[in-house]
């Protein structure tokens, strides 16, 4: 590669981790006490796919160590986010699900989230981030085939 196709990757990719920590930081002002911004991706996550998984499944799904995860899902099962239990065909493993609690929860943190996330759009203008969405699109999809 030349130089320039490197400089363009770089500040291509300082501009993604830059965006990705503002975000951030942004929306986790603005969640409800007591939920870091992992416990709304895990609940928002169960609440979608509207099924159980695995601590393993979710640790996947999310790039995270079973450890991290594990850790995660113990502080949403101590706030009474999600249920933990046995997996009945294999006592080794464990399912875990969304709550009627933690269902509220998400809900009261997208409320909250939305009005940053649709201001930020306004801002910026909405032809200009649908314009930007294939690329990101493509360049989540050709990371994840280098996992």
Same mark, same amino acid.
Do not use: C, Y
């Given at each position: 590669?030349? /130089?320039? &196709?490197?400089? !363009?990757?770089?500040?291509? %990719?300082? =501009?993604?981790?830059?965006?990705?920590? !503002?975000?951030?930081?942004?929306?986790?002002?603005?969640?409800?006490?007591?939920?870091?911004?992992?416990? %709304?991706?895990?609940?928002?996550? !169960?609440?979608?796919?509207?099924?159980?998984? &695995?601590?393993?499944?979710?640790?996947? &799904? %999310?790039?995270?160590?079973?450890?991290?995860? &594990?850790?995660?899902?113990?502080? !949403? =099962? +101590?706030?009474? +986010?999600?249920? $933990?239990?046995?997996? +009945?065909?294999?006592? *080794? *493993?464990?399912?875990?699900? $969304?709550?009627?609690?933690?269902?509220?929860?998400?809900?009261?943190?997208?409320?909250?989230?939305?009005?940053? $996330?649709?201001?930020?759009?306004? *801002?910026?203008?909405?032809?200009?981030?649908? /314009?930007?969405?294939?690329?990101?699109? =493509?360049?989540?999809?050709?990371? /994840?085939?280098? =996992?």
């Amino acid at each position: 590669m030349d /130089s320039q &196709t490197n400089n !363009l990757a770089v500040t291509l %990719f300082s =501009e993604i981790l830059t965006v990705d920590q !503002l975000a951030r930081a942004n929306v986790a002002r603005v969640l409800p006490k007591g939920m870091e911004l992992s416990h %709304f991706s895990v609940l928002n996550h !169960l609440a979608h796919s509207g099924v159980e998984r &695995t601590p393993a499944q979710l640790a996947k &799904t %999310f790039h995270l160590t079973r450890g991290a995860m &594990t850790n995660t899902l113990g502080k !949403l =099962e +101590w706030a009474g +986010w999600v249920h $933990i239990r046995p997996d +009945w065909d294999d006592a *080794r *493993r464990k399912m875990v699900a $969304i709550s009627p609690a933690g269902m509220q929860a998400r809900d009261a943190a997208l409320a909250a989230m939305t009005p940053v $996330i649709a201001g930020l759009v306004e *801002r910026v203008g909405a032809e200009k981030v649908r /314009s930007v969405l294939p690329v990101l699109r =493509e360049l989540r999809q050709v990371l /994840s085939e280098h =996992e």
